[in-house]
């Protein structure tokens, strides 16, 4: 599986932004997607996840930014994307789209960064 992220940028605080993940390679009909950031020195923080599968898909947002994220499947363009509102400086940091081929289970665990197989090399955010 392959993944490639686009989108980031430079943004003023309370802009806006939507961040893309170009996937390809996935021949299973369940995914865990999940968008991910980090900050040089600290952890990988989870966001957001899509869990799809052949008739059902469920999405979930990391509580710290509930009601400012929001995350969206595009299957006919096989693209993931991130649509971030409101931005604050301490959303900066390097965003990176991951992809696993099966459900992982809970919102904490697909949250996790560990439960993921696939990474995209990142796109950086910087709100300032």
């Known amino acids: 599986v392959q993944l490639v992220e686009s989108g980031g940028g430079s943004v003023q605080p309370g802009g806006s932004l939507r961040l893309s993940c170009a996937y390809s390679?996935?021949?299973?009909?369940?995914?865990?997607m999940a968008w991910f950031r980090q900050v040089p020195g600290q952890a990988r923080e989870g966001v957001a996840t899509y869990y799809s599968a052949l008739v059902t898909a469920s999405t979930s947002i990391a509580d710290p930014v509930q009601g400012r994220l929001d995350v969206s499947l595009d299957k006919a363009n096989n693209t993931l994307y991130l649509r971030m509102n409101s931005l604050k400086p301490e959303d900066t940091g390097m965003y990176f789209c991951?992809?696993?081929?099966?459900?992982?289970?809970?919102?904490?665990?697909?949250?996790?960064?560990?439960?993921?197989?696939?990474w995209g090399q990142g796109t950086q955010v910087t709100v300032s």
């Open positions: 390679g996935s021949s299973y009909n369940s995914n865990c």
């Open positions: 991951a992809a696993v081929e099966k459900d992982v289970g809970t919102k904490l665990l697909r949250l996790r960064p560990s439960s993921y197989t696939f």
